[in-house]
C-alpha cells in the first residue's frame, strides 16, 4: 500500500508571519493524519517554517533549487543550502517554472539527481497543456516528461521519487479534472515507469494529481486506484482549508 504524501505548494506567497500563523493553526488540525503532511514554502519561508513545524508531523519542502551544489550563480539556492536547514523536499519542474523560467526536461533530470546526492525527496511535475491534451497529446507528452526527469537514476532512487500529474490548464483556474481523467493518467506514468524500471518499482512511486484540488473534490479524486495525493496550491494556504484535503478519508459525502 502506497502512504499518500499530500503537499502544499504555497508559490510566491506569505510572509514569515503569514506561515507561523498557518502552521501553527494547521499542526492540531492534521496531528492525526495517517498520510505523510508536506508544505512546499517560499525560500524567506523556510528557516521559520521549519522551527514552526519542528516536533510535529508536518514536513517543510522548498519550491525549486539549483542543480549545481555551488558556485557563481548569483540569487540560486542549492541542494546543500536546503538540506542544511532541515529540508527534506523540494518541486523540480513545476509548469509555472518550465513557462516562465526556462525549466527544461534535461535542467529536471540534473536537479532531480541533485536531490537526491542531498537526500532531499523531490516532487517532479508533470502535464500537458490544453493544447496538447486537445489534440490528443497529453499521455504522451506526460510519459515522455516522466521518463527524461528520471534518467540515470537507480530504482531505489525512482520509488523515492513523487511525480506530480499537473494537466496546466487545471492549475489555478478551478477547473480540475475528472476523477477518471487524472487516473488514467497516473496509471499512463506508472505504466511507463514500470516499462523502464519494472512493475514493483512502478507499484511504489507516488504519483500525485494538482490542479484545483479544494476539499470539495479531493475525496473523489484521493480515493481513485492510482492517484496517491496531491500537489494544491491555493486550498494549501488557508489551515482550515489544506487540512479538510489532508483528512478526506474523514469527509463523508
Ligand atoms: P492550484 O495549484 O491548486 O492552485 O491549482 C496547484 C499547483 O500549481 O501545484
Known amino acids: 500500500m502506497r502512504r499518500k504524501v499530500i503537499a502544499g505548494n504555497w508559490k510566491m506567497n506569505m510572509l514569515p508571519n503569514e506561515a507561523i500563523s498557518m502552521i501553527t493553526e494547521l499542526t492540531p488540525l492534521v496531528k492525526e493524519a495517517d498520510c505523510e503532511v508536506v508544505l512546499c514554502v517560499p525560500f524567506t519561508d523556510l528557516f521559520y517554517s521549519l522551527l514552526t513545524a519542528q516536533g510535529t508531523n508536518i514536513k517543510i519542502g522548498a519550491q525549486n533549487m539549483h542543480f549545481e551544489s555551488?558556485?557563481?550563480?548569483?540569487?540560486?539556492?542549492?541542494?546543500?543550502?536546503?538540506?542544511?536547514i532541515g529540508v527534506e523536499y523540494v518541486i523540480i519542474g513545476h509548469s509555472e517554472r518550465r513557462q516562465y523560467f526556462n525549466e527544461t526536461d534535461e535542467t529536471v533530470n540534473k536537479k532531480v539527481k541533485t536531490a537526491f546526492a542531498n537526500n532531499l525527496r523531490p516532487i517532479v511535475c508533470v502535464g500537458e497543456s490544453l493544447e496538447q491534451r486537445?489534440?490528443?497529446?497529453?499521455?504522451?507528452?506526460?510519459?515522455?516528461?516522466?521518463?527524461?526527469?528520471?534518467?540515470?537514476?537507480?530504482?531505489?532512487?525512482?520509488?523515492?521519487?513523487?511525480?506530480?500529474?499537473?494537466?496546466?490548464?487545471?492549475?489555478?483556474?478551478?477547473?480540475?479534472?475528472?476523477?477518471?481523467?487524472?487516473?488514467?493518467?497516473?496509471?499512463?506514468?506508472?505504466?511507463?515507469?514500470?516499462?523502464?524500471?519494472?512493475?514493483?518499482t512502478a507499484e511504489r512511486v507516488i504519483i500525485q494529481y494538482g490542479g484545483s484540488m479544494k476539499s470539495e473534490n479531493a475525496k473523489e479524486l484521493l480515493e481513485m486506484s492510482d492517484i496517491d495525493g496531491g500537489l494544491i496550491g491555493g486550498a494549501s494556504l488557508k489551515a482550515d482549508s489544506f487540512a479538510k484535503i489532508v483528512n478526506f478519508n474523514t469527509i463523508h459525502s
Open 134 to 200: 486537445e489534440a490528443g497529446i497529453a499521455f504522451e507528452v506526460i510519459t515522455e516528461q516522466t521518463e527524461k526527469a528520471l534518467e540515470g537514476l537507480d530504482e531505489n532512487q525512482v520509488q523515492n521519487t513523487i511525480i506530480a500529474y499537473e494537466p496546466i490548464w487545471a492549475i489555478g483556474t478551478g477547473k480540475t479534472a475528472t476523477k477518471e481523467d487524472a487516473n488514467e493518467a497516473c496509471k499512463k506514468i506508472r505504466e511507463k515507469i514500470a516499462k523502464i524500471y519494472g512493475q514493483n
Open 70 to 84: 555551488k558556485g557563481a550563480y548569483t540569487g540560486e539556492v542549492s541542494g546543500p543550502m536546503l538540506k542544511s
